[in-house]
């Protein structure tokens, strides 16, 4: 084959696949989740280093980046609509320590968030009042977090159908870490 064909091969076949391949990439990005869509989620620690024994606080936010008004948990309380899986320096899942409550919610335990507003609850994930996750050791922690109402029709008295948003819908891994308590003795 002579290098004119080739170099004419060449060519054709670059306007065939470079299109197709970025075509590909194009569509792919403009199709997030529906629940993407409809709220950002973020977990993240109130500070990045903690001392061991010291309570450990997470700031848990809720952003509508979509059209409509959307019904939310106004606390985001963990272990109702927050799961959290909390990884220890040894690459260990730590338990989490408590009760499971069965709890009765309130109208003003939720809210309507209008688009491009946003809701925070601040929350110790730690060991404190009888439950948390117990954290043993320095070093860093990995945490996983998904927000979720649960099934729509659970709050179908309380919010009219399509503001309910269907999760979970998944913060960002984020990491804190323990140190040495100041008042270790050597």
Known sequence: MSIRRRAILSFFLALII??????QSTVTAEKPTSAGRLLTFTARPTKPLFDLGEEIVFRFRLRNV??????????M???????LTVIDPDGKKVPWQGKIRSVGYSKDAFQFLETNNEVSADHTISLA??????????????????????PPEYFANLAPKGSIPEGPFKAPTTHFTITASRDAKP
Do not use: C, M, N
């Open 77 to 83: 309380t963990v272990g109702d609509f927050i799961t």
């Open 18 to 23: 470079v299109p197709a391949g970025s075509a």
């Open 66 to 75: 979509s059209s409509k008004r959307i019904f939310v948990s106004r606390y």
């Open 129 to 150: 009042k009888g439950e948390g996750f117990e954290i043993k050791q320095a070093g860093r922690y990995t945490v996983i977090a998904d927000y979720s109402l649960g």
